[in-house]
């Protein structure tokens, strides 16, 4: 039995938040708001190196039914626990849990000028993006929010606008939730193209769209969330992100963006675990534009390699694959992929595959029947044949 996650439809999701608006608070919503989960094709543990990724949105969203309120006051409700508080009373770590990521997205609007003193709301969520598998379930939180805030506030929501409400989503992640991320997954969430993929330079937060029209060509990629056990890796991100500092600054460059883009060879760092973690950074920066050539001219099927050679990078050089990203990964490549990788920060979540639409049930087979044979717990599928949209008003 291969379990599926669905993606709801725009009718589907938005009943579900408003029924669940009605019942907590009464009465009606001003309105539903949407906005997607992620995955990223390739470009895995660079944004934080000034470099470039290749994400598309999820057909997976996060709804939010939404009224606003003339008291400053916040009352949120999901399937976790209720919060209600005053945006005044919003602080690093404060609310703690689910709702930082919404209170933190109203207290940056707040803080960057762009809402009246009195400006709140009542948030009831509904999601069809799996919790903490990668798929960047908060960025979805934070970004149907700061969509539903600013049409509501009525602020710009041009892709300019969007940046912007970009920025307040990743800084109530950082500063309200505590959680230590770059700037890519609010970006696609908020500022993705249907039917493409975006790619990200974190050294200008610039996008440009990419044609990514599976679909059309008889593919879909495969999202594979193993539904790892959360592990012990707190701590992990930190100090990647510092052996990546630390690489640029013995290089004498002022971040690994500048060393790809100068062809600068990393081999001559002294410390080998130094020339291993510079070397994934500067050879996925160059996969992630090789990756674009070869979408911008149609040719698909070639980014395979790509993406297997960026999972054996993260896996050997950069040492944040696990046993359940390993196997998913290579039962995908025994059963046809043309190419598979971990997705995300790793440790864990999800996997991709790229795969011709008429294997994605036997893929999925083999992945889950590989994942079996080896004890790990039974994996999730999510199947995407057109990249989703951005964040959008539903009702
Ligand atoms: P990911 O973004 O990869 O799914 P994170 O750990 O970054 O994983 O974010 C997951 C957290 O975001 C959850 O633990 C919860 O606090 C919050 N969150 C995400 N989606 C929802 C939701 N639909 N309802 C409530 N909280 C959510
Ligand atoms: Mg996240």
Avoid: K
Avoid at 25 to 52: K, T
Avoid at 59 to 75: C, E, K, N, Q
Avoid at 354 to 365: F, G, I, M, P
């Amino acid at each position: 039995m291969t379990d599926w996650l669905a993606a709801l439809s725009d009718a589907g999701l938005a009943d579900a938040a408003t029924a669940l608006y009605r019942a907590e608070f009464g009465g009606e919503p001003d309105g539903v708001w949407a906005a997607p989960g992620r995955v990223n094709l390739i470009g895995e543990h660079v944004d934080y190196a000034g470099g470039l990724s290749l994400p598309i949105a999820l057909p997976h969203r996060t709804a939010v039914a939404v009224r606003r309120r003339g008291d400053g006051r916040l009352r949120v409700r999901s399937g976790l626990a209720p919060w209600d508080g005053a945006v005044a009373d919003v602080a690093p770590g404060n609310p703690p849990g689910w709702a930082a990521y919404l209170a933190g997205v109203v207290w940056a609007m707040h803080r960057d000028g762009l809402l009246g003193s009195d400006f709140g709301v009542d948030v009831a969520v509904v999601s069809a993006v799996p919790i903490g598998a990668g798929l960047s379930s908060s960025a979805a939180l934070e970004c149907a929010l700061a969509f539903a805030v600013a049409d509501l506030a009525g602020l710009p929501t041009d892709d300019r606008g969007r940046a912007r409400l970009a920025s307040c989503c990743v800084a109530a992640e950082n500063e309200i939730a505590l959680a230590p991320t770059g700037g890519m997954d609010q970006a696609i969430s908020l500022r993705a193209t249907a039917g493409h993929a975006l790619l990200v330079d974190s050294a200008d937060d610039s996008v440009a769209p990419v044609p990514f029209d599976l679909a059309g060509r008889g593919m879909a990629l495969l999202v594979i969330d193993t539904r790892a056990p959360h592990r012990l890796v707190d701590g992990q991100y930190a100090r990647r992100r510092t052996s990546v500092e630390t690489a640029a600054s013995s290089l004498g460059v002022s971040s690994l963006r500048v060393a790809a883009d100068q062809g600068v060879d990393v081999a001559v760092l002294d410390d080998p675990e130094l020339v291993r973690r510079a070397r994934h950074v500067v050879t996925e920066i160059g996969r992630v534009r090789q990756a674009q050539i070869l979408l911008a001219s149609g040719r698909f099927r070639e980014i395979g390699p790509l993406l297997t050679a960026s999972h054996v990078s993260l896996r050997d050089d950069f040492d944040v694959s696990c046993p359940e990203l390993d196997s998913a990964v290579t039962a995908a490549l025994g059963a046809g992929a043309h190419g598979a990788r971990m997705t995300g920060g790793g440790f864990g979540g999800s996997a991709i595959a790229l795969v011709e639409a008429s294997d994605v049930d036997r893929v999925a087979c083999e992945v889950s029947s590989a994942a079996r044979s080896r004890g790990l717990v039974s994996p999730a599928f999510l199947c995407v044949d057109v990249a989703g949209g951005p964040a959008t008003r539903l009702r």
